[in-house]
């Protein structure tokens, strides 16, 4: 069983920067691909980044390419979310994820954390 914690959310100006962090408990987290999320209220939730196990390998969403970096730490059991310039539209609850075979793809997540809401004001 894998549990994630994220933190770092909060109210920022449009253009302002935050970083979340994706805390995780259980033996899997270091052979995991893990995953950020977010939804925005009445959307679906969709891809936003995801990092390989080894953190050699990371991909993003065309909407937040050059202004959001992810990065683990596996000896901190721990996943982050630099998000720069950030723009109204990326408010939205951002949601940690792992263990997956498909690392775009919210349906092929096992696990996923409570979520924490980010708010961009213009």
């Known amino acids: 069983q894998v549990q994630l914690v994220e933190s770092g959310g909060g109210l920022v100006q449009a253009g302002g920067s935050l970083r979340l962090s994706c805390a995780a408990s259980?033996?899997?987290?270091?052979?995991?691909?893990m995953g950020w999320f977010r939804q925005a209220p009445g959307k679906e939730r969709e891809f936003v980044t995801f990092?390989?196990?080894?953190?050699?390998?990371?991909y993003y969403a065309n909407s937040v390419k050059g202004r959001f970096t992810i990065s683990r730490d596996n000896a901190k059991n721990t996943v982050y979310l630099q998000m720069n310039a950030l723009r109204p539209e990326d408010t939205a609850v951002y949601f940690c994820?792992?263990?997956?075979?498909?690392?775009?793809?919210?349906?092929?997540?096992?696990?996923w954390g409570q979520g924490t809401q980010v708010t961009v004001s213009s």
């Open positions: 994820a792992a263990d997956s075979t498909n690392g775009f793809s919210v349906r092929a997540y096992k696990y």
């Open positions: 259980g033996r899997t987290f270091s052979s995991s691909a």
């Open positions: 990092i390989t196990w080894n953190g050699v390998g990371t």
